[in-house]
């Protein structure tokens, strides 16, 4: 009797490692759908830039910062296509 009961507690504590609840994946955004929810990307940003050491290199992150950086290039290139030079810059 005290066999066995050893047996189902040594059992019971080796199977408590194989059910531990593993974390939930949070959902990958791509670059383009941070381009069309500029809401969610700029709260993804907000995120990782309080936590960088933990977040930064995740995938949502990189993709947000991805697509920020594809927001300002356009707005560059917009304004670069219609800039014309002061006077004051001509000889």
């Known amino acids: 009797m005290k ?3 050893i047996y189902l507690l ?3 504590v080796a199977l ?3 059910f531990e609840e593993t ?3 949070e959902e990958v955004h791509t ?3 941070f ?3 500029q809401d969610v990307m700029n709260t993804t940003l907000e995120k990782c830039s309080n936590n960088p050491g933990e977040l ?3 995938p949502n992150c990189i993709n947000a910062i991805e697509a920020r950086r594809t927001i ?3 707005q560059l290139s917009r304004g670069l296509d219609t800039f014309t030079p002061s006077s004051a810059w001509k000889k």
């Open 3 to 5: 066999n066995k009961i």
């Open 10 to 12: 040594l059992i019971s």
């Open 16 to 18: 408590t490692g194989c």
């Open 23 to 25: 974390p939930k994946k």
């Open 31 to 33: 670059v383009a759908w």
């Open 35 to 37: 381009l069309e929810h």
């Open 56 to 58: 930064l290199q995740t």
């Open 72 to 74: 300002t290039d356009r």
